[in-house]
């Protein structure tokens, strides 16, 4: 009974020493795994609030741009309608005011009525004359100067702003880059140019003052230059690299119209054709036999013959004309 005992408290007097010896081990070990899990909860926590403050930002981004394309898509509905003719002079290039351009056209309206008196022409001709010259003609004439200025400004545009992208990653801003092109293009873009940069001399934001510049170019082209620095401006990135990629657009739009045009040339050769046999045929027969054809233009009914065939030439020519009209 005597060793059984003195077996206990042996055995209970070494557990007592081991465990006196491995406590403070085991609770150091404790504390490490502790503290481990905390900093392994707080890293997961950290880089959760970092994935949820990245999406959050690209959230605001996307919901910046729609909101700027939507902002620019009504604006850009509202300029679809007419111009006023002030907005017109000032898209052909013209460096007259509202009130000479009337003069012009009534010079013009005055001068072609002369000639068709001079020619013995009837008076309802006369009068026709008359309004052709005042109103068809300088409208055509400053539709004309629209589509040539827009036409040349689409040439030398992407030379532009690949000269502006140089420019921004050569360390210099886009201000600088901009005041370049108001310098040194060539027409219309260097006027265009001047014009935004008075426009930030005024206070006016570049890229409110480069949307502008679709209100005297009225072509899609340059109103992407305005909407590229507006959606860089509030969703960030990489100004030359947009820049780069508008213009290599802007080629690639004109290879493509390039394209559409040469495939169309056969059928406007063949809509000039037929257009034009019915006034080649009755001149050679006024050459062969002049007294065939003067009754259409010495009778009353000959006269509204000749307006009936010109009306209807005319249509014909216009629905040609937009059957060939490709947008790119």
């Known amino acids: ?72 898509e009504q604006r850009q509905n509202v300029d679809k309608q007419k111009p006023p003719l002030k907005v017109q002079i000032r898209q052909a290039g013209l460096d007259v005011d509202v009130r000479k351009f009337y003069m012009f056209s009534i010079l013009a309206g005055c001068a072609l009525a002369l000639i068709a ?3 013995r022409a009837p008076l309802y001709a006369v009068g026709g004359a008359l309004i052709v010259g005042s109103l068809g003609v300088p409208r055509w004439y400053l539709k004309r100067r629209v589509k ?36 040194e293009a060539k027409e219309p873009v260097k006027t265009e140019f001047r014009r935004i940069v008075e426009a930030q001399q005024m206070g006016m934001p570049l890229p409110e003052a480069a949307l502008k510049m679709s209100e005297t170019i009225p072509c899609p082209e340059a109103n992407f230059f305005g909407i590229v620095l507006q959606i860089q401006q509030q969703a960030g990135g990489s100004l030359s690299e947009a820049l780069g990629n508008l213009a290599k657009v802007l080629r690639e739009r004109k290879k493509m119209l390039a394209k559409v045009q040469a495939m169309s040339m056969e059928a ?32 009353t009914t000959g006269n509204l013959i ?23």
């Not at 006196?20 to 481990?36: F, T, W």
């Not at 809509?271 to 050459?287: D, H, K, Q, T």
């Not at 307006?307 to 209807?312: H, I, P, R, V």
């Open 306 to 328: 000749l307006a009936g065939a010109a009306t209807w030439m005319g249509i014909g020519i216009f629905v040609m004309r937009a059957m060939m009209d490709f947008e790119v």
């Open 1 to 72: 009974m005597t060793t059984l005992l003195f077996v206990l408290l042996t055995a209970f007097a070494v557990a007592c020493v081991a465990y006196a010896v491995l406590l403070p081990s085991l609770q150091k070990e404790a504390a490490i795994e502790k503290r481990m899990q905390s900093s392994g909860l707080r890293s997961r926590d950290k880089s959760g609030r970092q994935t949820l403050d990245k999406s959050k930002e690209s959230e605001r981004r996307k919901k910046n741009v729609q909101e700027t394309l939507k902002d620019l």
């Open 117 to 119: 008196f001079v020619l």
């Open 268 to 299: 406007k050769a063949s809509g000039g054709i037929i257009g034009s046999l019915p006034i080649l045929v009755g001149l050679a027969v006024y050459v062969m036999t002049p007294d065939y054809l003067m009754p259409l233009f010495t009778t």
């Open 148 to 183: 040539k200025r827009i036409k040349a400004f689409l040439n030398e545009f992407p030379n532009a702003l690949e000269i502006i992208v140089r420019a921004v990653r050569s360390g210099l801003p886009i201000n600088d880059g901009v005041r370049l092109i108001a310098v």
